[in-house]
C-alpha cells in the first residue's frame, strides 16, 4: 500500500466496508468520480488523489472478487460433499483447510480497514469499529481455536450451521463489494446484503453458541490451553471458564452487531427511498 | 481606546449589579441563570469546534470586535479530581489486604485468614501499601491540580482499571501456590532497592512540581532539577515522575515475579507515555526555549 500521509489518509481511505457505504463520496476508492473536496487545507494535485484512488480500487475490486471467489469454492466443496457423502459427518475436515485460509485472510482487510478508521475517523465511528473488530475476532477465535483444535465436535450440526451462515454472508457481501467498485450493483445483491442479515445473524449466533457449549465438556476433561498453579510466573488461565466468560459476552456484543446492521439497513434502504420520491 | 466590560445595571436606579470582566464571571452569571450547570460543567468558546476558554482570561483581551458570541457546551456531569483520585487510590489499597489477609471466599475455605510462610509475600504487601498511602498523601497535601474537575464517567473507568488490576495481581502473590522469585534473596533485594530508589525519587519530583507553582495560581514554568539529587532526571526527561512511577512497578515486578504484575506495568507504561508525550508536546508549544536533550519520558528514547 503506498504511504499516505495524514491529510491524504482523510480522503482516500477505506473504512471498514461493512460499515460504510462504498457510495460514500468522503471516503471511497473512487475518488475519481466525486471531485469536490470535502478538506479545504491541502493543494495536492487531483491527479495524485486520482491515481492513488485508482490504484486502491484497483486492489479493492480485485480482493474482493478473489474473496467472492473462494467462498463460493467454499459453498461448491461443501454441497458437492453433501452429495456425494449423503452426510455432514466428515466435511467439516474436508474444508478445514479452505475456511481457515478465506477467514483469516479477512483479517488483512479488517486490520487495514481497522488501521484507516483509527486515522481517518478518530472517535466519530469508533464504537463501529470495535463492532466490527469484535466479530472478525469471534470469526477467527471459532475457527482456530474451537474447531480446528477440538476434533470431536467438528461432526456437530452447528458447525455446519454457522459454516453454511458465513458462506452465504460473505458472498453476499463481497460481491456486493465487487458490484458496487465496478459501479454495476444489481438491486437483488444490494437487497440480499442488507436483508439476508436479519436471519442470518441470529442463525451464526445459535450455531456458535451452540458449538462452544458442545466443546465445553472436551475442554474441561483434556485441560486445554490452561495453565495451573504453581508455577514459575504465578498466573493461572482456565480455558473453560474463559469460554463460558465468552459466551456470555454475546449477550451485549451481539445486539450492538445486529441493530448496528438494521442502522445501515435503515440509512441505505429508506435513504433510497427519498430520493425516488422527489423524482 | 477599546475597553471591554461588560456592565449589568439595574434599570431603575442604575446601580451596578453585576460586572463581567473576566471569563469566570459569565461562568457564574450562567450559572444563577440556569442552576443545574454549575460553573465547572460549562465550558464556552469563541468557536463552535475551538478550545474552551479559561476561567482567568480577561475578556478585553480576546480577539472579538464590539460584539462577541460565545458558543456555550455542557461538559456534562463533573467530579472533582481530588475525590477521584482519592477513590481509585483506597480501592486498591484495601482490595490488596483483603487478599493478603486471605479473607473467606477468595481461596480454598482451609486457607482463611492464614498467612503466606514466603517472606516476599509479606514484603510485597509492605511496599504496594506504601506505595498507595504515598499516593493518597500527595493527593491530599502535595498536587496542585490546574483544573478542578473531570468527567463523571471517568470514576468508573479509573476504578475498574486500578482496582480490577489490584485484585488481580493480589490473587496471585497472595495464593497458598504462589512461587517465589527464582533468583532468590538476591533478585527481591535488588528489586527492593530500585522500588525504594523510584518512591523516593517520584516523591521528589512531586515536590519539585509542587513548588514550582506558588498556592492558589495556576502558572506554568518549566521544571529544572533542583539540589535533591534524585531531580537531575529533569535534565534528560519532561517527565520524570513517570519514569520513577515507572521503574517502581519494574521493581514490583522483579520481586514477585508474577505475570499480572507484568501486565499492569505494562499498561501503566503505555499510558504514562502517551501522557508523557502530550505533555513533552506542550511544553515545547508554550515555551521557546525549552531544553531539547529532553525526550517525554525514557531519556534519548522514547
Given amino acids: 500500500m503506498n504511504r499516505l500521509t495524514h491529510s491524504q489518509k482523510t480522503r482516500v481511505c477505506f473504512p471498514p466496508l461493512t460499515l460504510m457505504q462504498m457510495t460514500n463520496p468522503l471516503c471511497t476508492g473512487t475518488m475519481a468520480s466525486g471531485e469536490e473536496d470535502r478538506t479545504v487545507e491541502e493543494k495536492e494535485t487531483n491527479n495524485k488523489k486520482r491515481t492513488k484512488g485508482a490504484i486502491a480500487t484497483a486492489w479493492l475490486t480485485f480482493y474482493n472478487i478473489a474473496m467472492t471467489a473462494g467462498w463460493l469454492v467454499l459453498a461448491v466443496a461443501m454441497v458437492r460433499y453433501y452429495l456425494q457423502k449423503g452426510t455432514h459427518k466428515g466435511l467439516y475436515k474436508n474444508i478445514a483447510r479452505t475456511l481457515t485460509f478465506f477467514q483469516t485472510f479477512a483479517l488483512l482487510e479488517k486490520y487495514r480497514d481497522f488501521r484507516c478508521c483509527f486515522w481517518c475517523f478518530k472517535g466519530i465511528v469508533r464504537t463501529s469499529v470495535i463492532v466490527i473488530g469484535v466479530q472478525v475476532c469471534s470469526r477467527i477465535f471459532m475457527v482456530w481455536f474451537i474447531t480446528n483444535s477440538i476434533r470431536q465436535i467438528q461432526n456437530e450440526e452447528s458447525v455446519i450451521l454457522f459454516v453454511v451462515v458465513w458462506t452465504i454472508t460473505e458472498i453476499t457481501r463481497h460481491s456486493f463489494y465487487t458490484f458496487n467498485l465496478l459501479n454495476h450493483l444489481p438491486y437483488f445483491i444490494k437487497w440480499a446484503r442488507y436483508n439476508m442479515f436479519i436471519v442470518m445473524y441470529p442463525l451464526g449466533l445459535i450455531g456458535e453458541l451452540l458449538t462452544i457449549h458442545a466443546a465445553l465438556p472436551y475442554v474441561r476433561r483434556s485441560g486445554m490451553y490452561s495453565l495451573r498453579l504453581p508455577n514459575k510466573y504465578n498466573v493461572s488461565f482456565d480455558y473453560y471458564y474463559f469460554l463460558i466468560i465468552v459466551m456470555l459476552s454475546y449477550i451485549p456484543l451481539f445486539p450492538q452487531l445486529y441493530f448496528h446492521m438494521l442502522r445501515q439497513r435503515r440509512r441505505v434502504l429508506h435513504g433510497e427511498i427519498v430520493v425516488e420520491k422527489d423524482e | ?302
Fill in chain 2, 1 to 302: 481606546m477599546k475597553h471591554y466590560e461588560v456592565e449589568i445595571l439595574d434599570a431603575k436606579t442604575k446601580d451596578k449589579l453585576c460586572f463581567l470582566d473576566k471569563v469566570g464571571n459569565i461562568f457564574t452569571f450562567i450559572f444563577t441563570l440556569y442552576p443545574q450547570w454549575y460553573p465547572a460543567r460549562q465550558s464556552i468558546r469563541l468557536d463552535p469546534k475551538g478550545k474552551s476558554l479559561k476561567d482567568e482570561d480577561v475578556l478585553q483581551h480576546l480577539p472579538v470586535g464590539t460584539t462577541a458570541t460565545f458558543y456555550f457546551r455542557d461538559l456534562g456531569a463533573q467530579i472533582s479530581w481530588v475525590t477521584v483520585f482519592l477513590t481509585e487510590y483506597a480501592g486498591p489499597l484495601l482490595i490488596y489486604l483483603m487478599f493478603y489477609f486471605r479473607v473467606p471466599f477468595i481461596y480454598a475455605p482451609k486457607y482463611d485468614f492464614t498467612t503466606s510462610k514466603h517472606w516476599v509475600v509479606h514484603l510485597a504487601c509492605m511496599c504496594h501499601s506504601f506505595h498507595y498511602v504515598k499516593r493518597l498523601l500527595e493527593t491530599l497535601f502535595v498536587h496542585r491540580f490546574s483544573h478542578g474537575t473531570m468527567p463523571l464517567r471517568n470514576i468508573f473507568k479509573n476504578c475498574t482499571y486500578y482496582w480490577g488490576f489490584a485484585a488481580w495481581m493480589a490473587y496471585y502473590i497472595n495464593h497458598p501456590l504462589y512461587t517465589p522469585p527464582i533468583y532468590g534473596e538476591q533478585q527481591i533485594r535488588l528489586a527492593l532497592i530500585v522500588f525504594l530508589f523510584c518512591q523516593i525519587g517520584n516523591f521528589s519530583i512531586h515536590i519539585a512540581l509542587r513548588n514550582l507553582r506558588p498556592p492558589g495560581s495556576k502558572t506554568r514554568k518549566i521544571p529544572y532539577p533542583t539540589k535533591n539529587p534524585f531531580t537531575w532526571i529533569f535534565l534528560l526527561v519532561s517527565c520524570p515522575n513517570y519514569t520513577y512511577e515507572l521503574g517502581s512497578w519494574l521493581g514490583f515486578t522483579l520481586m514477585t515475579q508474577c505475570l499480572p504484575v507484568a501486565a499492569f506495568t505494562l499498561v501503566g507504561f503505555i499510558q504514562m507515555t502517551v501522557w508523557a508525550k502530550g505533555k513533552h508536546r506542550s511544553y515545547l508549544k508554550e515555551f521557546r526555549d525549552y531544553p531539547t536533550l529532553r525526550s517525554p519520558i525514557l531519556p534519548f528514547i522514547l
